[in-house]
């Protein structure tokens, strides 16, 4: 019997500066980083990290803190994309949790760039690709905020952005 996986779920724990290339004019985040971005291509999703990563290395009170960021798209086919920012208070590398959701036809060729990506990661903490990621789904799960972090007394939000297709014409990164 052949096992159909309807889709397919990572869990990339790297440093939030990772999500994106540097200016060497400007000292700030620039663009995605190319090998990210393969993977948002392959998604079909327009998202732009840099005014999250703006938002998020501006917040100098940051530690502690941090919401979970899910980026929704039209004919997504299931795929998904969430972001968890938070900080933990000892954390001296900005880690963040990465979580990406893919389905179909399209698993074979998201994986290959999400370890292409992974791998190009210059802190790499885990990874790891599941058909059902518990972690994803919390994050996903709209019912689950706001929440306790912890013994931190910190309440995370759910922050949902919409991913605006390709040749759209807005600023690609706009807030629902």
């Given amino acids: 019997m052949k096992t ?13 500066s990772d999500l ?4 060497s004019v400007s000292d700030g985040p620039e663009v995605n980083h190319p090998k990210l971005q393969a993977v948002l291509d392959a998604l079909g999703a ?10 998020y290395f501006g917040d100098f009170a940051r530690a502690g803190c941090g919401d ?10 299931g795929s998904a994309i969430a972001i968890d920012t938070y900080n933990d208070p000892t954390d001296q590398l900005d ?7 893919c389905s179909g036809t399209q698993i074979g060729d998201v994986a290959e760039r999400v370890w292409s990506y992974f ?16 972690r994803l789904r919390n994050a996903l799960d709209g019912s689950k905020f706001p929440r306790l972090v912890g013994n931190s007394g910190f309440s995370q939000r759910q922050i949902r952005h ?11 990164f706009a807030a629902r």
Avoid: K, Y
Avoid at 4 to 12: A, G, N, T, W
Avoid at 46 to 55: G, S
Avoid at 68 to 77: A, E, L
Avoid at 119 to 134: K, P
């Fill in 4 to 16: 159909l996986i309807v889709s397919c779920e990572f869990r990339l724990v790297v440093s939030m």
């Fill in 20 to 23: 994106m290339t540097w200016s």
């Fill in 46 to 55: 327009c998202v732009d990290l840099v005014p999250l990563a703006n938002a």
């Fill in 68 to 77: 979970v960021h899910v980026f929704d798209w039209t004919n997504s086919d």
């Fill in 95 to 101: 880690l963040i949790e990465l979580f990406i959701r």
């Fill in 119 to 134: 791998n190009a990661c210059e802190i790499q903490i885990g990874a790891s690709q599941h058909a059902v990621c518990e």
């Fill in 162 to 172: 919409t991913a605006v297709q390709p040749f759209a014409p807005a600023d690609g």
